[in-house]
Structure formats: structure tokens, C-alpha cells
């Protein structure tokens, strides 16, 4: 019963969280590649602080690894499984991902974007902003393959 909950929710959340990388990287980015340093610090100024108190944001995360782990708990007695192995990876992936990427090189790559006069970008400007699409893409690509391994997960144990 843990396993079927927490592959389920595993999926729900990867899921969703897909989806909100998929709009930063596919929609937001082409925006903010669009302006120049001194528009691309206004929106981030804008979309920044909300982004990173947002209770959906916390939410998410926490499920990322909390709702996987649930899984191996309740696959703890077939360690071998094509199961317990995918959502092992997965639950990995979002740790790099979600959390550990995100604390350690986004957040004080954002802290560099927040320090912005917006009137006066400093001249590495498009270095940052680069740094902040790279960390994105790798974020977005890391959850989409801990959704596939938890979807492929799911499959395995339900057949």
C-alpha cells in the first residue's frame, strides 16, 4: 500500500513540477532572452521573491522527496526490483535537481540578479542570465527524467 501512494504521488508531483519548468524554460526564458539587462533584472525583481516563497513551490519540492522516498519504504523488501531501482534513481535525481541544485548554484546565482541597480546592470550581465537559464534546463531536464522513471516505476509495480 506505501509503495502504490507514493509512486502515485511521486508522479503527481514530478508531474506538476514538470509542467512549471516546462512554462519557465519554454515561455518565460524566450521572454527574458528578449530584453536587455536592464528589463531582465526589473522582471526578475518581479518574479524572484514570489517564486521563492511560494507555498506551491515548497509543496512540490518537499513531495519530490518525501512522496519517493514513501515508495522505497514500501518496496524495502524487493531492494532488486525494477521498481525500487527506478524510484531509487528518480528520488536521485530530485535531490541533484529541485534541491541541491537549486540551493547551492541557483539561489546565489539569484542573489546576484537581486543585487541589480536595474539602471545599471553590471557589464557580465549576460553571463548571469545565462547561468540562470543553464541552472533552469538543467532543473527542468533532471525532473523530467525523475517523472519518467517514476511513471516507468508506477507501470512496473501496477503490471
Given at each position: 500500500?506505501?509503495?502504490e501512494?507514493?509512486?502515485?504521488?511521486?508522479?503527481v508531483?514530478?508531474?506538476?513540477?514538470?509542467?512549471?519548468l516546462?512554462?519557465?524554460?519554454?515561455?518565460?526564458?524566450?521572454?527574458?532572452?528578449?530584453?536587455?539587462?536592464?528589463?531582465?533584472?526589473?522582471?526578475?525583481?518581479?518574479?524572484?521573491?514570489?517564486?521563492?516563497?511560494?507555498?506551491?513551490?515548497?509543496?512540490?519540492?518537499?513531495?519530490?522527496?518525501l512522496?519517493?522516498a514513501l515508495?522505497l519504504?514500501?518496496l524495502?523488501?524487493?531492494?532488486?526490483?525494477?521498481?525500487?531501482?527506478?524510484?531509487?534513481?528518480?528520488?536521485?535525481?530530485?535531490?541533484?535537481?529541485?534541491?541541491?541544485?537549486?540551493?547551492?548554484?541557483?539561489?546565489?546565482?539569484?542573489?546576484?540578479?537581486l543585487?541589480?541597480?536595474?539602471?545599471?546592470?553590471p557589464?557580465?550581465?549576460?553571463d548571469t542570465?545565462?547561468?540562470?537559464?543553464?541552472?533552469?534546463?538543467?532543473r527542468?531536464?533532471?525532473?523530467w527524467?525523475?517523472?519518467?522513471?517514476?511513471?516507468?516505476a508506477?507501470?512496473?509495480?501496477?503490471?
Amino acid at each position: 500500500m506505501l509503495a502504490e501512494i507514493g509512486l502515485g504521488l511521486a508522479v503527481v508531483v514530478a508531474g506538476l513540477w514538470s509542467g512549471l519548468l516546462l512554462t519557465l524554460t519554454t515561455i518565460l526564458h524566450p521572454i527574458y532572452a528578449g530584453q536587455d539587462g536592464r528589463g531582465f533584472a526589473t522582471e526578475l525583481r518581479l518574479f524572484l521573491p514570489v517564486a521563492r516563497r511560494s507555498p506551491t513551490n515548497h509543496v512540490l519540492v518537499s513531495g519530490l522527496v518525501l512522496a519517493p522516498a514513501l515508495a522505497l519504504v514500501g518496496l524495502r523488501d524487493e531492494p532488486a526490483s525494477t521498481e525500487f531501482v527506478l524510484t531509487a534513481t528518480g528520488l536521485a535525481l530530485t535531490v541533484l535537481g529541485p534541491l541541491l541544485v537549486s540551493r547551492f548554484l541557483a539561489e546565489p546565482n539569484y542573489e546576484v540578479i537581486l543585487g541589480w541597480d536595474p539602471a545599471a546592470v553590471p557589464a557580465d550581465w549576460r553571463d548571469t542570465r545565462r547561468r540562470y537559464f543553464t541552472l533552469n534546463w538543467l532543473r527542468a531536464a533532471l525532473t523530467w527524467i525523475a517523472f519518467g522513471l517514476f511513471l516507468a516505476a508506477a507501470h512496473a509495480h501496477l503490471t
